[in-house]
C-alpha cells in the first residue's frame, strides 16, 4: 500500500451480543465469575458464565498428550531480579520446536509490559520436570499474535513437531496449558472450522476453532492433532454472557461477534512448517502493529455526553502517550475541570477534548471504525487525521509508529 492513501472501507459482519476475550494478557485472574458445570450437557451447550468444563483427552488423543506434555513449558512473567521461586506476576504457555531451546508461544504472553514503575519484566519457562530457564524474544508476528522464543537450556530439549496441513473439520485435537492453576494439563476438543475471521481486527484472523475449553494461562500453548503435531498456537476464546450488564462488568467497551459464532469457542493460530509466517519467525521478522499513540476516553455521539464536543461523532482522545506520532502531530489529552459557582459549589463541568472524526477521508464514529482503518496501514506509513476541537476541524498529519516503541518501553 502506497502510504498515505486511503483503504477501501472494510465491509461489516451481522453483529450479535457476544463477548470476546483474549486470553490473560499474562493476567493471574479469572473472568470474576465460575465455570458453570453441568456434566449432563451436550459438547456445544450455551456457556453464560465463562468456559465450559475441560474435557480430558482420552485414547489416542491420550497418548498424544503424555508424549507431548514434557516438551511443553509453564511461561512465567516475573519483575527483573526477583528471587528463584518468587510467585510470578503472570502465567501463559509455550512449547519447544527444536532441541536447542527454541520456543513457539502467543505473543500477547511476551509482549514487553510494566505491571509498575518499579517492575520491568522478564519472562521464564518451567518445564514439567522443574527445570527453570531465561527466555529472550527472537521474532514475533504482533498481528497474528505469534512470538519465537530462545531459552538458555544448555542441553537438549525435547520438542515438537509442526504438522505440515491443518486437520479437517470434526477432527480431534488436544491443546495444553496452564489455566485454572492446572500445570501442563489437556483440554480436548474438536475443530469446528477453519479460516476464521475475527470480528474485531485487534484479534488474529484466519484462525482455527476448537471446541477445547481454554482459559486464562493456557495462552501460546500447542494445539496438537491425533497424530502428535502441532497444527496452531493458542491465542483467544469467545463465550456469550448472560446478559449485557453483566457482560458490561466483565470488561468495558463490548466486542460484538458474527451471527455464526457458537455460544463458546476457542481459537489458536495455524502455524505450520512450510507456512510463510514460520519462515518469518525464523528468519527473525518483527512484525508489529501501528499505532497512533493514545488512550481511548470514549466514542462520541453529538447531543450525549457531559458536554457537546461538535457536530460529529467520533474517538474523544484520552491521554496521549508522550513522544508517540500523536503528540508529535499535536494531538491532546483529555482534560477536565470543575466549574464552581461564586459560592465555590461545583456546577458543571470544563471539558477540554480532541475528537478524531475521520482517518485519511474516512468516517471514524467509533474506535473499532478508526482501529479498523488503521490495520489498514503499516508502521512507517503517513496518514491523515481530522479531529474535532472545539468549534473547528483540524487535518493533523503524523507517521503510525510500531505499538511496541510507542507503549511498552
Known amino acids: 500500500m502506497i502510504p498515505g492513501s486511503s483503504p477501501p472501507p472494510r465491509r461489516r459482519s451481522p453483529l450479535r ?72 506476576v503472570g502465567i501463559g504457555t509455550g512449547f519447544f520446536i527444536d532441541g536447542s531451546g527454541t520456543l513457539l508461544t502467543a505473543y500477547h504472553v511476551v509482549r514487553a509490559q510494566r505491571f509498575s514503575p518499579h517492575c520491568e519484566v522478564t519472562y521464564r519457562a518451567r518445564t ?44 480431534k485435537v488436544v491443546a495444553i496449558g496452564n489455566s485454572r492453576g492446572d500445570l501442563l494439563s489437556d483440554r480436548a476438543g474438536i475443530v469446528r472450522r477453519r479460516n476464521v475471521t475475527a470480528s474485531r481486527v485487534s484479534f488474529a484472523s484466519g484462525t482455527i476453532e476448537t471446541t477445547a475449553a481454554l482459559a486464562p494461562g493456557d495462552s501460546g500453548g500447542p494445539l496438537l492433532d491425533e497424530a502428535g503435531r502441532v497444527i496452531g498456537v493458542v491465542s483467544y476464546i469467545s463465550y ?55 488512550s481511548l476516553q470514549y466514542d462520541y ?29 499535536g494531538l491532546r489529552s483529555f482534560r477536565q475541570r470543575p466549574v464552581r459557582s461564586r459560592e465555590g459549589r461545583v456546577v458543571g463541568r470544563s471539558i477540554r477534548a480532541d475528537v478524531i472524526v475521520a482517518l485519511n477521508g474516512f468516517a471514524t464514529p467509533t474506535f473499532d471504525d478508526l482501529l479498523a482503518l488503521i490495520y489498514e496501514y503499516r508502521v512507517g506509513d503517513s496518514v491523515t487525521l481530522t479531529v474535532q476541537r472545539d468549534a473547528d476541524l483540524l487535518d493533523l498529519e503524523l507517521v503510525l509508529a510500531a505499538r511496541r516503541d510507542v507503549f511498552e518501553q
Open 128 to 171: 514439567l520436570e522443574g527445570n527453570v530457564y531465561d527466555v529472550d524474544l527472537l521474532a514475533f508476528d504482533a498481528v497474528l499474535d505469534v512470538a519465537l522464543m530462545s531459552a538458555d537450556t544448555g542441553s537438549e530439549t525435547p520438542f515438537l513437531p509442526l504438522a505440515e496441513r491443518l486437520p479437517q473439520s470434526g477432527s
Open 240 to 294: 456469550s454472557t448472560a446478559s449485557e450488564p453483566e457482560a458490561e462488568g466483565l470488561i468495558p467497551r463490548l466486542i460484538r461477534s458474527a451471527l455464526d459464532r457458537p455460544a463458546y469457542a476457542s481459537y489458536a493460530v495455524p502455524v505450520l512448517a512450510e507456512s510463510d509466517l514460520y519462515r518469518q519467525l525464523l528468519a527473525g521478522d518483527r512484525r508489529d502493529v501501528p499505532v497512533i499513540g493514545f
Open 17 to 88: 451480543r457476544l463477548t470476546w476475550l483474549l486470553l490473560a494478557l499474562l493476567a493471574l485472574v479469572a473472568w470474576g465469575v465460575a465455570p458453570q458445570a453441568d456434566r449432563s450437557a451436550p459438547e456445544y451447550r450455551e456457556v453464560r458464565d465463562g468456559p465450559p468444563e475441560v474435557q480430558a483427552a482420552t485414547g489416542a488423543l491420550k497418548d498424544v498428550y503424555d508424549l507431548a506434555r514434557p516438551a511443553v513449558v509453564r511461561l512465567e512473567s516475573h519483575c527483573a531480579g526477583a528471587p528463584a521461586g518468587h510467585v510470578p
Open 301 to 329: 455521539r453529538p447531543g450525549s455526553g457531559p458536554a457537546s464536543l461538535g457536530d460529529s461523532p467520533g474517538v474523544v482522545v484520552g491521554t496521549v502517550q508522550p513522544g508517540g506520532p500523536g503528540e508529535e502531530a
